[in-house]
């Protein structure tokens, strides 16, 4: 289907990060927009409030009639729901032209110039912050995140003038491999989604075919520590970068007084007095590989210094809510044993000699099942940690899988309990720490304006 062709897009899992950002951009464009998630959140609220009608019961007899045209209406779904919804079957049987989300962003990129970012982790915030470095520049993009960037309170950037747009490209289902990058970072290749590629071999080699994905006259842009090996085709220029290695790095770097500064190193023009806006360690890695992106979009080394300070971060990614000099609380994302690790890392150096709680709800039961040693190994970097209950997501359980695999592997000496979600204020509410810290991907960030309520009171 023709982009012109449309005139109705359906989504069946609007609700999702990534997909409520391409429904952004239909209704930008001016198209009806539809769609059924299972819960409302704040997402859909506030895709409803900008003209999207949606609804959160599997119910054919609840679809529009302006999403009832096989030939004009385009209906867009994710991974993450099962074959058996009704209303996707229905699209299905129907005749109509149903896509992944990532086949609309892969057909984005044949159109403009995509700047992608992949890898098992750090995804989201390169990607926002490259996405700003260039909105905030005369070059302009287009944007579709993983993440609300709290610069513009949207996972989702919009301009009619620039030829560039900014994807994060997710590995899952193997999503990238619709894409056709201008140029691309990869952050990262520690394996993840098994439940999907089976082995760290094809989760490996599925990061190699995307390199081969990259426009002729493109760019690749690789971590120094990755395990694959890259196979981009002819006339495609291939860097290096990490946080003091590569073609692209950190010089200079300056810790202190909350403040993180560095010079930045680059074949295509160093860059002095880097300034990062949400100052912890592993945003000098990130931001490395985002301006790297910028300066091949062609924004210049001002407007890049300026873009890294007020950079403000992404919703759920190293998020503060409590800053005060005998208490803090943050939250993040973390979901995979290296980013919890990374994670850590960078509040310990940040808060050195504080008392560091951890709060850590599992994602998946794949996940947990595959790296509960891992987990439990990055955990134990911290003195104090409660793990609550398995965020399911679009799982069912499996037997012998549970939170407690991850508890029973911490290391010796570590203060440790079990808890529920409905713990979690009990167990704050202790105050028996310096600095918290709640880890994971699933439903624990629900508690934050709770916690930061039980914090904030003064005793």
């Given at each position: 289907?023709?982009?012109e062709?449309?005139k ?6 609007i609700?999702?990060?990534?997909m409520?950002?391409?429904?952004r ?12 998630d ?20 599997d119910?054919?007899n609840?679809?529009p ?5 096989p030939?004009?209406t ?6 993450a729901?099962p ?10 049987q129907q005749?109509?032209?149903?896509v ?6 892969g057909?984005l990129?044949?159109?403009?110039k ?5 890898g098992t ?5 390169t990607s926002s912050?490259a ?11 287009n944007?579709?995140l993983?993440?609300?960037t ?11 003038e ?24 990869i ?16 989760y490996l080699?599925?990061?190699?075919h ?11 842009i690789l971590?120094?520590?990755?395990k694959?090996?890259a ?10 970068y990490s ?7 950190a010089g200079?770097i ?12 680059s ?11 949400v ?17 091949i979009?062609?924004v210049?080394?001002a407007?890049i ?6 950079f ?7 998020d ?12 993040d ?12 890392l960078?509040?310990?150096q ?9 709060i850590?709800q599992?994602?998946l039961?794949?996940?947990t099942r ?9 955990l134990?970097?911290v003195?104090?940690?409660?793990i609550?209950d398995i ?9 012998g899988?549970?939170s407690?695999l ?18 979690i204020p ?6 028996d ?5 709640t880890?994971g991907?699933?439903?624990?960030d ?9 914090l904030?009171?003064?005793?």
């Amino acid at each position: 289907m023709k982009i012109e062709d449309i005139k109705a897009v359906y989504f069946v899992g609007i609700g999702g990060i990534g997909m409520s950002a391409i429904a952004r951009y239909f209704l930008h464009q001016g198209m009806v927009v539809a769609g059924y998630d299972r819960t409302p959140s704040n997402l859909t609220r506030q895709l409803e409030q900008e003209g999207a009608r949606i609804h959160y019961e599997d119910n054919i007899n609840l679809i529009p009639e302006a999403c009832r045209q096989p030939a004009s209406t385009l209906v867009v779904f994710t991974p993450a729901i099962p074959a058996t919804h009704s209303e996707l079957l229905f699209f299905q049987q129907q005749g109509f032209e149903v896509v992944k989300r990532a086949q609309v962003l892969g057909t984005l990129t044949q159109s403009l110039k995509g700047l992608c970012v992949a890898g098992t982790h750090g995804k989201t915030t390169t990607s926002s912050m490259a996405a700003h470095l260039l909105h905030e520049s005369p070059v302009g993009c287009n944007a579709f995140l993983g993440g609300i960037t709290k610069n513009y309170g949207t996972n989702y950037i919009l301009s009619k003038e620039s030829p560039y747009v900014v994807i994060e490209a997710d590995e899952f289902d193997r999503s990238f491999h619709w894409l056709r990058p201008f140029a691309t970072v990869i952050t990262s290749t520690d394996a993840d989604h098994l439940d999907i590629y089976g082995t760290e071999e094809a989760y490996l080699e599925s990061f190699a075919h995307y390199t081969e994905l990259i426009q002729p006259g493109g760019y690749l842009i690789l971590h120094t520590d990755l395990k694959m090996t890259a196979r981009p085709q002819k006339g495609v220029t291939t860097y290096t970068y990490s946080r003091e290695a590569g073609d692209f790095h950190a010089g200079n770097i300056r810790i202190g007084n909350g403040e993180i500064t560095f010079d930045f190193v680059s074949p295509l023009g160093n860059i002095e007095g880097i300034n990062l806006g949400v100052p912890v360690a592993v945003n000098i890695e990130n931001g490395v590989a985002a301006m790297a992106l910028a300066q091949i979009a062609g924004v210049d080394a001002a407007d890049i210094r300026k873009a890294m300070a007020s950079f403000s971060g992404v919703d759920r990614r190293f998020d503060f809510h409590v800053r005060t000099s005998d208490m803090v609380y943050l939250s993040d994302y973390a979901h995979h044993p290296e980013e919890l690790r990374q994670s850590i890392l960078s509040v310990k150096q940040l808060y050195e000699g504080r008392r560091v709680k951890v709060i850590f709800q599992p994602h998946l039961y794949t996940r947990t099942r595959d790296f509960y040693r891992e987990f439990a190994d990055a955990l134990s970097l911290v003195d104090d940690v409660s793990i609550v209950d398995i965020y399911p997501a679009r799982e069912e359980p499996i037997a012998g899988v549970s939170s407690r695999l991850i508890y029973d592997c911490l290391r010796p000496g570590i203060r440790r309990e079990m808890i529920t979600k409905a713990q979690i204020p009990d167990v704050v509410g202790r105050k028996d720490f310096d600095v918290l810290v709640t880890l994971g991907a699933g439903d624990i960030d629900d508690f934050a304006g709770q916690i930061t309520d039980l914090l904030s009171k003064k005793e």
